[in-house]
């Protein structure tokens, strides 16, 4: 054993803060980016979930796979939920449910592939997959422009060996893998807009917060904290108003033809439309804080019929009206039911009471809902730590960590699904990851004070 004055430190101080060496960052940037699409290539050959295309554009493609084959038939962005049983049948025309880029992407796999094919799935895993793995460098690079280099870093690693990362870019045919990297992009552009000195970086923002919203809404809610950047980048109201304004423009320049295009053929100027469905869904009597499927038309050919007839702008404003209606006269059962929600959203739902089945595996007896429960919960818990010990610690991440107060409330109040979270999953992980950074090493230097105190 070496004397303690001869013996190697373990730790050496090192600042949460600093920024890596590019030739560094880039070489280990490069092996995350690696690791993690590897990983996500094999899992798809491993698990051949491409097969899964062979049920059918509904079983496989849900709303999204629905529109995709509408614009393929010609038929437009329309036939939400077509498929060969009555009445889903009979197609229920023009659609808003959804914001275009994913349905769009979809719409050119299949014609790339001459319809609904094991190739077209493979094609779809492998682009997942791949912009999967950019998230896990956008990450880091979040965490070095928000002082964190090492959180990042960490975050990075996690996130490319997430095993909910790796199913959902992998199997997943929703804009989930999409979405948590539109989203992730939006907070890394955002903090270099904080050393902007003119409105060319803040219009240049503002095209790519208007191109994140045409992939998933979620990040409409990061209105506030990009006004809270702005004025803090330039502190006075004109500078302000002349970064603010330019993001505003040309934010509002990209969804414009969108939101035009669903008052014309639907009626909401808007960029979805299915707010009053979901709100309905989730809020009467009997709910229990979860997704009915019996009251939504995707599943309840009752409900399905009333769209149809309707229509889709006068169905979800009679939707809204029951389900506010409901909420007034049940105010105590809505916050019950909204507190439930967000136990949901943040720790997953546990499978004792989970009564979700796995081709006929009830949750109770299934290890993958056991572990992915464990999972959800674990970077939930975390994360709220971290972004609560981060934010005491610094003053930079704090506009970027409001985001995750800004986002749950519009699931907590309709109904929560675990991938609803995923779009900000990344920021999470970040966050436990400051949590690890932060304490880990001091872990390891009351280790090495320990060991030294008992050698000598």
């Known amino acids: 054993m070496l004397p303690c004055a001869a013996r190697p430190a373990i730790v050496r101080p090192v600042d949460p803060g600093r920024r890596e060496t590019p030739s560094f960052v880039g070489r280990e940037a490069l092996s995350i980016l690696l690791v993690a699409l590897v990983l996500r290539l094999a899992f798809v050959v491993a698990f051949d979930t491409p097969a899964d295309a062979d049920r059918g554009t509904w079983e496989w493609g849900y709303e999204a796979g629905c529109i995709a084959r509408s614009i393929t038939e010609g038929h437009g962005f329309a036939n939400t939920w077509t498929r060969d049983v009555a009445p889903w049948s009979a197609g229920s025309g023009a659609t808003g449910w959804l914001v275009p880029a994913y349905p769009g992407l979809l719409a050119g796999l299949l014609e790339l592939t001459g319809g609904l094919t094991r190739t077209t799935a493979w094609l779809l895993f492998a682009i997942q997959s791949v912009v999967s793995s950019f998230t896990c460098v956008l990450v880091w690079g979040l965490g070095n422009r928000l002082g964190a280099a090492r959180a990042g870093r960490i975050a990075a690693w996690a996130l490319a ?244 107060f800004l986002v749950p409330p519009v699931y907590c109040v309709t109904h929560v699904l675990e991938r609803y979270r995923w779009p900000i999953e990344p920021l999470l992980v970040l966050c436990a990851a400051w949590l690890v950074s932060r304490w880990f090493p001091r872990l390891l230097a009351r280790t090495d004070a320990r060991e030294s105190a008992a050698g000598g």
């Open 161 to 404: 060996l997430h095993p909910l990362a790796i199913w959902h870019a992998s199997s997943t045919v929703w804009d989930t893998t999409f979405a948590a990297f539109a989203f992730t992009l939006v907070l890394t552009r955002l903090a270099a807009c904080e050393r902007a000195t003119g409105p060319r970086t803040w219009t240049w923002f503002g095209l790519i917060f208007g191109g994140a919203l045409l992939v998933n809404p979620a990040p409409l809610v990061l209105v506030p904290v990009v006004a809270w950047v702005a004025w803090r980048a330039r502190p006075t109201f004109a500078h302000w108003i002349g970064a603010f304004a330019p993001f505003a423009l040309a934010a509002g320049a990209v969804v414009m033809p969108w939101m035009l295009r669903n008052a014309q053929e639907i009626g909401p100027f808007a960029l979805r439309t299915n707010l009053g469905v979901e709100l309905s869904v989730g809020n009467f009597d009997g709910a229990d804080g979860r997704y009915a499927r019996d009251r939504h038309p995707s599943h309840s050919p009752a409900e399905f019929t009333r769209y149809r007839e309707m229509g889709e702008e006068r169905y979800a404003a009679w939707a809204m009206e029951r389900a506010t209606t409901w909420i007034r006269e049940n105010p105590g059962r809505f916050v019950v039911l909204s507190l439930r929600r967000t136990a949901s959203w943040w720790i997953g739902e546990d499978p004792w009471t989970d009564p979700r089945t796995d081709h006929g595996l009830s949750a109770r007896d299934d290890p993958k809902a056991w572990a992915k429960w464990i999972l959800h919960m674990v970077v939930g818990v975390l994360s709220l730590a971290g972004a609560f010990l981060w934010a005491r610690a610094s003053a930079k991440p704090r506009p970027y960590l409001l985001t995750l």
